[in-house]
């Protein structure tokens, strides 16, 4: 009777409760509360829908001990660029809690399996696929994981965007050239014009520029979205394949571009060492022609100090023989005068006394030496000789006498003076 009349209201549950009267009420209380023979049902308050890998499709919505309300298989998805993905998400939905809207929810899916089976299941894959939609897979691997898990979230809350699938033509600004001409040179002429088509999706917009969205009908019913995250994609393996590929080439391209980096650092290292090389050699063939410029400038100005030198040693000889010129000049006038002077005096003295002291003098000198060579005369003591005028010399004083008289006058003839005195003119 006790178990007919009242139940006990587990924590993290709301209970939708019908009496036997046709009563209806929302229990969310926990505790012991009435139904009076009537039913009741639980519900979570929040429910969770989780896609995982190993696991099948399994609802154990009123389970509390179960992993989540509803686990599913990964997901089957395609993106824009025609890839498919086995996708691991999760999304966890609050459930309304007001007698309103939970009254409404009750009454439209009776239990929380039909809730899930009919509303949350298929909101969670269309969701799940339509944001896969916006990007492709590309995009997705090259760095928009981040911008579709924020896309997945907002579509499930807010609504699914309505989209327009278009193909664009986009043209590359690299021009390509086809195979080479010889005869054409540089001027090679060009093939396809480097476009490609893509597909753009476009998010349909109202007059405001507000985008339009397909709302979630479960949110007519005043459930929301907690959370919802994609924990894992994992592409198909030709996807795989060519990113492996991609990858290995981009790879080789970042090596290839390294290596030319490293070429070009090494060119310009050659370079640098080939200019630092000649400047070396600039700079000591420099300094070897200034230490050379120098010496010969230090040679031309000694060539010019000693010439120089010379020149003024020069001079001051040139000066200094015509000091000495000068000198001897005036010496020369000198003893010229003195001896003009002294002629003058000499032939003043001579005019006065008609040369007689020097007469005289020249007089005694020759009788001096007449004196003497008669004196010293070698003659036998006794001479033998004739005396008749016609005789022939016999050496005698007298003969000698008249042979020192003759010179004596032969002198004085030579001499040209007069030995008589005569008076001086008045």
Request: charged share 30%; aromatic share 8%; glycine share 6%.
């Amino acid at each position: 009777m006790f178990n007919q009349v009242f139940f006990y209201a587990e924590p993290g549950f709301v209970y939708h409760v019908r009496t036997i009267t046709g009563e209806e009420k929302v229990v969310s209380d926990v505790g012991y509360n009435t139904y009076l023979f009537g039913r009741y049902n639980a519900w979570k308050r929040s429910m969770t829908v989780q896609a995982v890998v190993g696991k099948r499709e399994e609802l154990t919505a009123e389970r509390d001990d179960a992993f989540a309300s509803a686990l599913l298989p990964p997901l089957n998805i395609m993106f824009l660029d025609q890839v498919d993905a086995d996708a691991e998400a999760t999304v966890r939905f609050s459930i309304p809690q007001d007698q309103e809207n939970f009254l409404k929810l009750a009454h439209e899916y009776r239990s929380p399996e039909n809730l899930l089976r009919t509303a949350l299941i298929p909101a969670f894959k269309e969701t799940l696929q339509s944001t896969a939609s916006l990007m492709g897979a590309e995009e997705y691997y090259s760095g928009g994981r981040s911008g579709f898990n924020s896309e997945f979230e907002n579509q499930m809350a807010n609504g699914i965007y309505i989209v327009k699938r278009e193909e664009q033509l986009s043209r590359s600004n690299r021009k390509q050239k086809s195979s080479a001409n010889a005869a054409l040179g540089e001027e090679q002429q060009d093939y396809g014009d480097e476009t490609k088509i893509e597909f753009v999706v476009m998010k349909q917009v109202d007059e405001n520029g507000i985008p339009k969205r397909k709302v979630q009908k479960f949110t007519n019913f005043g459930i929301t979205v907690l959370d919802a995250r994609v924990t894992d994609m994992r592409p198909n393996k030709k996807f795989v394949e060519r990113m492996q590929l991609k990858q290995k080439a981009s790879a080789d391209r970042a090596i290839a571009r390294e290596q030319r980096i490293q070429e070009e650092e090494q060119r310009l290292l050659a370079i640098a060492k080939g200019e630092r090389e000649v400047a070396e050699r600039q700079a000591k063939a420099k300094v070897e022609q200034i230490q050379h410029t120098t010496e010969a400038e230090t040679e031309k100005q000694l060539a010019i100090t000693g010439a120089e030198k010379l020149k003024e040693q020069a001079e001051i000889a040139k000066e200094t023989a015509q000091i000495e010129l000068e000198k001897a000049r005036i010496e020369a006038e000198t003893q010229r005068t003195l001896a003009d002077a002294e002629a003058y005096q000499k032939k003043v003295i001579l005019q006065a006394d008609n040369a007689l002291a020097q007469k005289l003098q020249a007089e005694v000198e020759i009788q001096k030496l007449w004196a003497e060579a008669f004196a010293k005369r070698q003659v036998p003591t006794n001479v033998f000789g004739g005396n008749g005028s016609g005789g022939a010399p016999v050496g005698s004083d007298a003969e000698t006498k008249a042979f020192m008289q003759m010179l004596t006058l032969d002198a004085a003839k030579r001499l040209n003076y007069d030995r008589d005195i005569t008076k001086a003119k008045k």
